[in-house]
């Protein structure tokens, strides 16, 4: 049983156990120990455990973790089986290659529609996808009652189109906006993505070992 509490540092840990234990999988490796998942992932074998045992006990003493069983558990508490509906709001640039480029379904979620203000952009196709003015943001909530937004918007708008959305019954945001949403846990869930930081990140770590 899934235990209370759970750190935000072990839940960012999940997607890279799945991802790596999926590769594991399609080569055909049946079993592994927590030190060498550890080994391969720049880890230590207890952190791996207690992260796990966050979530149940998955592992056998002498025999380690089978990486089926364990990957699959994980795709359940992950919750990559929900198959939720998503929406993208905002079709430039960014918006079009996240359209056309993520496996929505393999991560969770089905792309139900695409939004934008821009009158030149609506009415053209992205990734199958007819993109719908914002004014038809409303009648395609309660209709389709999509679950997450991917905001793809000026930071300008990014709050107010927020409210907006979760007033329409949506649940969680991937949020490229370049800001940082107000919102309130326990009814919405935001997970800010800064792509610069990622690249200051990569600039830091090149600048530290060429000094």
């Known amino acids: 049983m899934q235990k209370t509490s759970i750190s935000e540092?072990?839940?960012r840990?999940?997607?890279r156990y799945y991802r790596f234990l999926s590769a594991l999988e399609r080569i055909g490796q049946e079993r592994i120990?927590?030190?060498e998942l550890a080994?391969?992932?720049g880890l230590t074998?207890?952190?791996?455990?207690q992260d796990l045992n966050c979530f149940g006990e998955f592992g056998q003493q002498g025999y380690g973790y089978n990486i089926s069983a364990l990957r699959k558990q994980l795709k359940i508490i992950i919750g990559l089986e929900k198959k939720r509906s998503a929406i993208i709001v905002g079709a430039g640039n960014l918006g079009k290659v996240i359209a056309a480029n993520i496996d929505f379904e393999s991560f969770g979620f089905c792309l139900s529609g695409i939004f934008d203000i821009d009158h030149e952009i609506c009415g053209k196709e992205i990734a199958g996808f007819t993109v719908?003015?914002?004014s038809e943001l409303l009648s395609f909530c309660q209709r389709e009652k999509p679950f997450v937004a991917v905001l793809c918007i000026p930071q300008e708008a990014a709050q107010e189109t927020a409210d907006t959305l979760i007033a329409l019954g949506i649940k969680g945001f991937w949020n490229f906006s370049h800001c940082d949403l107000n919102a309130d846990p326990e009814i919405t869930q935001?997970?800010?993505v800064h792509l610069g930081d990622s690249l200051m990140m990569l600039s830091y770590r090149v600048t530290k070992n060429n000094k």
Request: glycine share 0%.
């Open 190 to 192: 935001v997970e800010n």
């Open 45 to 49: 074998a207890s952190q791996i455990r």
């Open 132 to 134: 719908k003015h914002m």
């Open 39 to 41: 080994s391969q992932l």
């Open 13 to 15: 840990r999940l997607p």
């Open 9 to 11: 540092s072990v839940i």
């Open 33 to 35: 120990s927590s030190k």
